[in-house]
Structure formats: C-alpha cells, structure tokens
C-alpha cells in the first residue's frame, strides 16, 4: 500500500539556521523533502501562505494524570491533558511516572503505561520520579528501566514525602552515570520553607499571597549551588527545573562560566507572571496561582528573559499541572484553605508556545523565532534523547509540524480551557498568533482548534542519553 503524502506550500519554515519560504513534503509519517517549488501529486495540499511553519513543541516538563505526595491525582487525564498540548501547538511530551517510599518502580512505570496507551493524543517520554531510592530501586530496577528507554530521572530536594538526602542523591547520580541517564532536580532547601511556613503559619498568615513568603529566594540559591557541586563532583549532567529568580539565574551564570557541565529551564509563569495575582480580593481567587517555586517579581521575569537570551537558561516548559478550581482539587482541604493547603500548581500546557510566541512577535525580548523553536522544541528534545526525530524541520525527522497563523488576535479566557483545572492562569492575555493546524507524525490532529485525533494515537517514544548534549 503506498504511503499517504502531504504537501505544505509557501510557508515561512524554521531550519535550524534560518527562516526562509519553502515546501515540505511529507511521505508517510516523515519529512521526505524541503526545498521551494516542489512538484508532487500528494494527497493532500496545504498553502501555507504568510504563515510560519514550525517543528510541534515538545514539552518536557508536564504532570499528566500524575498522584501526587498527598496521594491526590491531579485533574487531568492523559486525553485532556495532552488534548491541551495539542490545541496548543504541542507534539510530545515528557509527564511524570511518580514512585513514592515502598513502590517498585519497575510497577509505577507500568501502570502509567497503562494510563497513557489508553488517552495520549500526542507523543510522549516518561520521567521518572524516585522518592523511594531502596537499593533495589536504585540497584535493580532503575537500570533495567534506563535500557528500556526510561533514561530520565527526577528528584526533589524538598516536600516531606519526595524529597531524599544527599547520600540518596549522590547514588542516584553515579548509578544514573553509569547506565546513561540524566536526572532532573527540583531544587529548594526544604529546611527553609519549612521554618518559614510555621513562622507565617504561627502568625495567622494564612492568605494565597503568602505561598510566595514561604518558599524564600534563598532557598532556592542554596539547593542551587549545592545540586550544582554534586553535579560537578559526580561528573552526571542534571537538568534544573523551573528556576524561578533572578538571584537562581545568577548562581547557574556563574557555575556555567566555570565550565560546569548541566541545563537549567525556566516556565512560562516564572517569564509572563507575577506575584501580586496571588492577592486577591476574593482570598481564594489567589490558589489559582499557587505553583512551587511561586511565581515572583517583575525583576525576576526581566532577569530570566535575559537568561534565555544569553543562553544561560536551555528551554522553557510549562510544568503543567493542573488542580481543578473546586473541591476535587484546589479545595480538597476545604473551602477556607490556608496556603499550605492549597495544592501547589496551575495548568500550562494549552498556553505556554502561544504565549512565549507572542511575547517574541511582539519584539518584548531580542530572542527570535528561532530562539523560540530553540527554547520550546530543539533543545528539549536534544536533552533527552529525542533529536533528530523530534524537534526539527528536517528530512527523516518525524513529520511534527505546527502551521501557525500570526495574524490570529485571540483573547485568553476560561472558556478555552480543555484540561481538567477549569480556569486560564493566563486569562485576559492577548496573544497574536495561535495554531492553525497541527501535524503530528504526518497526521493532522488540530485543525483550526478542533481536535482530529484519536483518542490513544500517541505514541511512546524512549528517552536516550543524548549524543548532542
């Protein structure tokens, strides 16, 4: 039977060097050919005319479906979830697969199989989190996981029931560089939130705008720089994920310069929000951004946009994860919740390419269209072993293509909401480009902002130690 074709004419494309208007010509699920003028009777014609022709986002740091410590699920499911990638300009994905003290690891990973198999509508990697680091989990399972594509690792250095001790995290980074494996941090010293959480706490400070109080900069800076000599000591490169500040930035500048081998990404939230929309009139109002590391000052937004421009920062993710505005997710405490009892995060899959798009578009940073290929595709997928499938216009890369319209005025709002949290942490924003259609493998799975996939057609793509890094 002969493969389907697929022919996208007169777009202005990203190649890894240049923007510059070509055709692209699909054969199957693959890029076939790229140059101008292309002559092919293909089964399907898209005129791409003053439009951008990108590679699909790959978000590498999302919750999807995920338990969390307090054995809460978060409100989404793999189809609603990556249903909001999609719409999004979002191909892949890399959730979590979350092991707590007592799991088998090898079990976890099988049971979110499972779950994604059943929903994914776009493709996805694992990482996987290790809250339990039993010598069996770390001697036995971890390696037979890292053969079978599972090479990505994550670890916390705070909240009671994830975080694990620096002789945990030292044998997670040699057994991780001697199966060819990345780890992922998220790095705060749990120390000081916690004494600052009981000093606000003590002090009947129980409003959302405190969340920000109790996760102190600092803290931060120190996990920083102590994550940073492990990473340094072992010889193990390690993603930093959401840095947050610009005092973080500053630690990553500086152990960079001293040639320190490791990543570090930023979010979407961290660059295009702030701290004042956790106080609100109507104190709850505020929970919708309660995400860890919290969201700060406009200082720390400037200071990160910078970091990206300098190339000191890698990529931006959305750390989508979503906690249903009612009872089921942000209230589970109930209706009057302190901070501390607010699950922390907020939905981000849906917005993060639109809203970084535009912030460029519109010339708000020197970073350019293909600094943001770059930041939201490229290098995610080269970090972990995705590149060259993903991540790239290229011949013999996957056919994961994001058509995007930049003349399309569209008004956030939380009637577009199609994960589970049922509120827009970015309502109001006024974007000027959005997805006129998204192809993923050669398929077309939005198009014009209804969805066309197949509940379950996303595929599982393994994670490698990546020879580009």
Same mark, same amino acid.
């Given at each position: 039977?002969?493969?389907?074709?697929?022919?996208?004419?007169?777009?202005?494309?990203?190649?890894?060097?240049?923007?510059?208007?070509?055709?692209?010509?699909?054969?199957?699920? %693959?890029?076939?050919?790229?140059?101008?003028?292309?002559?092919?009777?293909?089964?399907?014609?898209?005129?791409?005319?003053?439009?951008?022709?990108?590679?699909?986002?790959?978000?590498?740091?999302?919750?999807?479906?995920?338990?969390?410590?307090?054995?809460?699920?978060? &409100?989404?499911?793999?189809?609603?979830?990556?249903?909001?990638?999609?719409?999004?300009?979002?191909?892949?994905?890399?959730?979590? #697969?979350?092991?707590?003290?007592?799991?088998?690891?090898?079990?976890?990973?099988?049971?979110?199989?499972?779950? #994604?198999?059943?929903?994914?509508?776009?493709?996805?990697?694992?990482?996987?989190?290790?809250?339990?680091?039993?010598?069996?989990?770390?001697?036995?399972?971890?390696?037979?996981?890292?053969?079978?594509?599972?090479?990505?690792?994550?670890?916390?250095?705070?909240?009671?029931?994830?975080?694990?001790?620096? /002789?945990?995290?030292?044998?997670?980074?040699?057994?991780?560089?001697?199966?060819?494996?990345?780890?992922?941090?998220?790095?705060?010293?749990?120390?000081?939130?916690?004494?600052?959480?009981?000093?606000?706490?003590?002090?009947?400070?129980?409003?959302?705008?405190?969340?920000?109080?109790?996760?102190?900069?600092?803290?931060?800076?120190?996990?920083?720089?102590?994550?940073?000599?492990?990473?340094?000591?072992?010889?193990?490169?390690?993603?930093?994920?959401?840095?947050?500040?610009?005092?973080?930035?500053?630690?990553?500048?500086?152990?960079?310069?001293?040639?320190?081998?490791?990543?570090?990404?930023?979010?979407?939230?961290?660059?295009?929000?702030?701290?004042?929309?956790?106080?609100?009139?109507?104190?709850?109002?505020?929970?919708?951004?309660?995400?860890?590391?919290?969201?700060?000052?406009?200082?720390?937004?400037?200071?990160?946009?910078?970091?990206?421009?300098?190339?000191?920062?890698?990529?931006?993710?959305?750390?989508?994860?979503?906690?249903?505005?009612? &009872?089921?997710? /942000?209230?589970? /405490?109930?209706?009057?919740?302190?901070?501390?009892?607010?699950? +922390?995060?907020?939905?981000?899959?849906?917005?993060?390419?639109?809203?970084?798009?535009?912030?460029?578009?519109?010339?708000?940073?020197?970073?350019?269209?293909?600094?943001?290929?770059?930041?939201?595709?490229?290098?995610?997928?080269?970090?972990?072993?995705?590149?060259?499938?993903?991540?790239?216009?290229?011949?013999?890369?996957?056919?994961?293509?994001?058509?995007?319209?930049? +003349?399309?005025?569209?008004?956030?709002?939380?009637?577009?909401?199609?994960?589970?949290? /049922?509120?827009?942490?970015?309502?109001?924003?006024?974007? %000027?480009?959005?997805?006129?259609?998204?192809?993923?493998?050669?398929?077309?799975?939005?198009?014009?902002?209804?969805?066309?996939?197949?509940q379950g057609s996303g595929k599982f793509i393994p994670t490698a130690l990546s020879e580009y890094i």
């Amino acid at each position: 039977m002969p493969q389907k074709s697929l022919l996208i004419k007169n777009g202005t494309v990203a190649h890894s060097d240049k923007l510059d208007e070509s055709d692209i010509l699909v054969l199957g699920e %693959t890029i076939a050919q790229i140059e101008k003028n292309i002559s092919f009777d293909a089964d399907r014609v898209i005129d791409a005319s003053n439009m951008l022709v990108l590679p699909g986002g790959v978000d590498s740091h999302c919750h999807i479906e995920q338990r969390s410590a307090s054995g809460l699920i978060n &409100s989404d499911t793999f189809y609603t979830g990556t249903h909001a990638a999609a719409l999004g300009g979002n191909t892949s994905v890399i959730p979590f #697969a979350a092991q707590y003290d007592g799991d088998s690891l090898i079990k976890v990973v099988e049971d979110y199989h499972q779950l #994604a198999n059943k929903g994914a509508l776009v493709d996805y990697s694992m990482h996987m989190i290790i809250a339990g680091p039993s010598q069996n989990v770390i001697n036995e399972e971890l390696p037979k996981l890292i053969k079978e594509g599972h090479s990505s690792i994550k670890i916390f250095m705070t909240y009671d029931r994830l975080r694990i001790d620096d /002789k945990s995290i030292l044998e997670i980074l040699n057994k991780a560089k001697e199966n060819g494996a990345m780890v992922s941090v998220h790095a705060e010293n749990h120390e000081m939130i916690t004494n600052k959480v009981t000093e606000l706490l003590n002090s009947e400070c129980y409003h959302p705008k405190y969340h920000t109080d109790s996760h102190p900069v600092e803290g931060e800076v120190d996990a920083f720089e102590r994550i940073i000599k492990m990473s340094e000591v072992t010889e193990q490169p390690i993603m930093i994920f959401h840095v947050s500040s610009e005092k973080g930035l500053s630690v990553i500048r500086d152990a960079k310069k001293r040639g320190v081998h490791f990543f570090a990404e930023t979010c979407t939230q961290y660059l295009t929000l702030n701290s004042k929309l956790l106080d609100q009139e109507i104190v709850t109002d505020g929970a919708k951004w309660i995400c860890s590391p919290p969201i700060r000052d406009k200082n720390d937004s400037v200071a990160l946009w910078s970091g990206l421009e300098d190339n000191i920062l890698d990529c931006v993710t959305s750390d989508h994860a979503p906690y249903s505005f009612d &009872s089921e997710g /942000k209230f589970f /405490k109930g209706n009057n919740p302190n901070f501390k009892e607010i699950p +922390n995060g907020m939905p981000g899959l849906h917005w993060r390419l639109p809203v970084i798009l535009d912030h460029i578009l519109q010339k708000k940073s020197k970073l350019s269209i293909l600094d943001f290929v770059r930041i939201t595709s490229t290098t995610p997928a080269k970090i972990y072993g995705l590149f060259p499938k993903k991540g790239q216009i290229n011949i013999g890369s996957d056919a994961d293509i994001v058509i995007w319209d930049t +003349n399309k005025n569209m008004l956030l709002s939380d009637s577009m909401v199609v994960d589970g949290s /049922k509120y827009n942490p970015y309502k109001d924003f006024k974007v %000027t480009c959005w997805p006129k259609e998204v192809i993923l493998r050669g398929n077309t799975i939005v198009e014009d902002n209804d969805l066309k996939a197949d509940q379950g057609s996303g595929k599982f793509i393994p994670t490698a130690l990546s020879e580009y890094i």
